[in-house]
Nanobody, 125 residues
Framework: QVQLVESGGGLVQAGGSLRLSCAASGRTFRSAAMGWFRQAPGKEREFVATVSWSGDNTYYADSVKGRFTISRDNAKNMVYLQMNSLKPEDTAVYYC??????????????????WGQGTQVTVSS
């Protein structure tokens, strides 16, 4: 089992940066693919980024490619999402998720087994 707790959300002006953190507990974290998703009001939860268990491979949604960077530190049981050049359309609740079945760079919600409670990111124009 994996427990996930996100932090680092907040209010930022357009063009600014934030770094989200996800603290993970559980023995399976180090072999799990990790992902970030987001959900804006009135919209479905959407994929943002994913990183392989080793940290060597990543994949991004087109909407964030070149602006966001996902990374992980297995020694600290942490996953990060560095968000630069933020836009008002990035406003959403951001969720950290873990996939423990061995999928490579999973991008679908139903591939993930564990979810955090979410952290709010608001980008003002």
């Amino acid at each position: 089992q994996v427990q996930l707790v996100e932090s680092g959300g907040g209010l930022v002006q357009a063009g600014g940066s934030l770094r989200l953190s996800c603290a993970a507990s559980g023995r399976t974290f180090r072999s799990a693919a990790m992902g970030w998703f987001r959900q804006a009001p009135g919209k479905e939860r959407e994929f943002v980024a994913t990183v392989s268990w080793s940290g060597d491979n990543t994949y991004y949604a087109d909407s964030v490619k070149g602006r966001f960077t996902i990374s992980r530190d297995n020694a600290k049981n942490m996953v990060y999402l560095q968000m630069n050049s933020l836009k008002p359309e990035d406003t959403a609740v951001y969720y950290c998720a873990a996939e423990t079945s061995g999928s490579f760079l999973p991008r679908r919600r139903n591939e993930y087994d564990y979810w955090g409670q979410g952290t709010q990111v608001t980008v003002s124009s």
